[in-house]
């Protein structure tokens, strides 16, 4: 009995230590870490918030910033970067920018039908 319990425990252990390490491998290996998926949606909100101002120009390096760390994080057919496309697609649309709106609606349209 004694043996079957040391043998589960040191399967145990070496599982929790496997997790352990990649834990602390995660950031080093490119996996997402959550404050940048964090730091896209303060992002996202600040650029929701210069956009009702109508600080439409102010919104867009933001919004391209919001738009890279998701693109990095979660890879270009997530929801989540169709939103930041989107995001980064209104400003162009009221500033009359539509050569790069229609590239950037084409590509939400896209990243959100892929992610279903």
């Known amino acids: 009995m004694c043996a079957r319990a040391d043998a589960r425990i040191g399967r145990v252990a070496r ?9 602390l491998a995660a950031p080093h290996l490119g996996f997402p ?12 909100l600040q650029v929701g ?5 109508g600080r439409y120009k102010e919104a867009l390096p ?7 760390i998701r693109e990095k994080a979660l890879g270009p057919e997530h929801p989540y970067v169709a939103t930041s496309l989107y995001n980064l ?10 050569p790069k709106n229609t590239g950037r609606c084409i590509l939400c349209i896209l990243a959100l039908l892929v992610g279903k």
Do not use: K, M, N, W
């Open 62 to 68: 933001i919004a391209e910033r919001s738009l890279a």
């Open 15 to 23: 599982a929790f230590g496997l997790g352990v390490l990649v834990l």
């Open 89 to 98: 697609a209104v400003p162009y649309r009221d500033l009359g920018d539509y």
């Open 33 to 44: 870490q959550q404050g940048d998926l964090e730091t896209a949606a303060r992002l996202d």
């Open 49 to 53: 918030t210069l956009y009702r101002e």
